[in-house]
T-cell receptor, first 112, second 118 residues
C-alpha cells in the first residue's frame, strides 16, 4: 500500500533562507507524487507533481522537488524563502486506484 | 485550467439537522469525485470516492448512512451530512478527476467547505 511521511510537522526558516521540506513515500509501483500548499481556511493548491518524467520537477512560486528512487524521497525545496510562503505543505502519493493519500503535513513559518 | 467549486464555503447548523455540500467541476466532466475531511491542524483524510452514476465507495471507518454521497451528473457531486453533531464539524474538501488518461488522472481540488455544528 502506498503511504507518505513528512519529517518535521513544523519548519521555521528566516526570510531569504533555503526552504527544505522532507517527504518520503512507500509504494509498490512507480509512484505519482505531489506537493500541495494550503493557506489558512483555503483549499489546496498544486505546487508540483512527479509523473515518471524528469526526476527534478519545477513548480510554481520558485519551488522544486527531486524524485530519488533509491531514497524513496521527494523533498521540496526553494532557494530563498518569502514571507508569503508561510503555509501548510502536504506531500501526497496517488494510489493505483486513483486515490490520493496525503502526508501529515508540514507547517512552514518564515521569520522576517 | 480545471476549476472545481464548492457551495457553500461555510455553513453553521444546529445539532440534529442535515447539511448538503455541493461540489461542481466548472469546465470539465468529472468521472470521479473524491470527498475529504480535514480536522484543524491535521491532514486530509479521504472519506469516499464517487463515480458518476454509481454508488460511492467509502473508506474504512466512514459511515455511509451518515455521509450520503450522490454523483448524479458528470459535473456535480453532493455530500449530505445527516443528523449532524458537533463532532462532525470539520473542513470538507472535494476533488474531481476527468479520468481521460489511462495512467494518470490529475485531481483538481475545490476550495473547501467549513462546517460548524452547534
Amino acid at each position: 500500500a502506498q503511504s507518505v511521511t513528512q519529517l518535521g510537522s513544523h519548519v521555521s526558516v528566516s526570510e531569504g533562507a533555503l526552504v527544505l521540506l522532507r517527504c518520503n513515500y512507500s509504494s509498490s509501483v512507480p509512484p505519482y507524487l505531489f506537493w500541495y500548499v494550503q493557506y489558512p481556511n483555503q483549499g489546496l493548491q498544486l505546487l508540483l507533481k512527479y509523473t515518471s518524467a524528469a526526476t527534478l520537477v519545477k513548480g510554481i512560486n520558485g519551488f522544486e522537488a527531486e524524485f530519488k528512487k533509491s531514497e524513496t524521497s521527494f523533498h521540496l525545496t526553494k532557494p530563498s524563502a518569502h514571507m508569503s510562503d508561510a503555509a501548510e505543505y502536504f506531500c501526497a502519493v496517488k494510489t493505483s486506484y486513483d486515490k490520493v493519500i496525503f502526508g501529515p503535513g508540514t507547517s512552514l513559518s518564515v521569520i522576517p | 485550467g480545471a476549476v472545481v467549486s464548492q457551495h457553500p464555503s461555510w455553513v453553521i447548523c444546529k445539532s440534529g439537522t442535515s447539511v448538503k455540500i455541493e461540489c461542481r467541476s466548472l469546465d470539465f466532466q468529472a468521472t470521479t469525485m473524491f470527498w475529504y475531511r480535514q480536522f484543524p491542524k491535521q491532514s486530509l483524510m479521504l472519506m469516499a470516492t464517487s463515480n458518476e452514476g454509481s454508488k460511492a465507495t467509502y473508506e474504512q471507518g466512514v459511515e455511509k448512512d451518515k455521509f450520503l454521497i450522490n454523483h448524479a451528473s458528470l459535473t456535480l457531486s453532493t455530500l449530505t451530512v445527516t443528523s449532524a453533531h458537533p463532532e462532525d464539524s470539520s473542513f470538507y474538501i472535494c476533488s474531481a478527476s476527468s479520468g481521460t488518461s489511462r495512467s494518470y488522472n490529475e485531481q483538481f481540488f475545490g476550495p473547501g467547505t467549513r462546517l460548524t455544528v452547534l
